[in-house]
């Protein structure tokens, strides 16, 4: 089965999928508000670097950029998805948005809330991995907005979103590596038809054909789960009689146990999580709308399932290393109409 071009960006170390090989060596410097090229910008406070380069290293290398924030350079096989974020991110999952077309906002605490509201908006607007915004904090002494893209920068000494919206037209979707034009593979299925596409939640789309059926996916990748943050959005589009499913799995990857997985029964509109042998009781959902349900481990090995402002566990001694990510969907025998069943926008980090 071939690989899905956006599960391979999530690992090739991995979330979610390999993207086209980066290459290129690390490039020299600092300065200047003139292009390598010649090119000129309407906001003359736009600066442009050189670029660094394209290289994916494993997660936790340190790498050293000539810019501060980066605008280039080597960095983590997995990019960060778009949306607002109180804590850091490591640059080097920040350094593989920016190539694939997003753009990076940083804020510091002294930017006060009704701007962070405007700037969240932003993130929400421009979700996935591919042409994303990600608004992150950082105590930056001089500058309490920087907006990043490849190559480019643009310090703000006060919230101006008509700079910021003309920063986004110039280079949000623009990075050096293209959006696939599917970010999914070639699922296996039976009785069944899988129909991938790219949108802002990267979406695979599960149809039945005839009862009973099923389709699996699996990213073949690896990705770290020491600590991690993986997530994915889930939607059945109608409820049924019968109990068809759809269901995210966190597979082991030496062993290819499934050690935690996300159930949505389309009969009861519900999801169900378990991690190892805890099966936790359903939460029920809106049928007909994705569903964002994430996984998280944290430093003590910690595991936690979470989705629509409900968490359960945490499970204490989760002992994966590295897991790798399987979508199932699944047509019951008998009679009757099956809903669409989809999968979207799957996405890991370390946090």
Known sequence: MSRGILMKA???AALAFALPACGGSSASSTSGMNSPTGVTFND?????????????????????????????????PVPQGGGFFTTPI??????HSMEH??????????????ELTALQALANAHPGIFGQVVVVPRNDP???IILTAWTHMLRLAVFDINRIDNFLSLFLGKG????????????????????PFFNPNAELRVTDTSRP???????????SAQPATISADMEVSTQSLLGDTASFQIVDASSSAVVAQAVYDSSTGTITFSIGKTTFPPIFVVTGAFHTVTFRVDPGHNATWSTEGTSVGPVGGFASASVTLSFVATFVPGAGV????????????SP
């Open 338 to 349: 099956a809903p669409d069943i989809l999968f979207g926008n799957p996405v890991a980090t």
């Open 10 to 12: 999530l690992a090739l």
């Open 176 to 195: 050096p590596e293209a959006v696939p034009a599917s970010p999914w593979g070639d699922p296996l299925t039976t009785n069944s038809t899988a129909t």
């Open 44 to 76: 003359p406070g736009i600066q442009t670097f050189p670029d660094e380069g394209h290289t994916h290293v494993p997660i936790g290398t340190v790498i050293v950029y000539h810019t501060d924030p980066p605008t280039s350079g080597n960095h983590y």
């Open 90 to 95: 490591l640059p080097g999952f920040l350094v």
């Open 213 to 223: 059926g099923s389709m699996m996916t699996d990213s073949g990748v690896i990705v």
């Open 142 to 144: 001089a500058d309490p």
């Open 101 to 114: 077309g997003g753009v990076i906002i940083y804020y510091t605490p002294a930017v006060p809330q009704s």
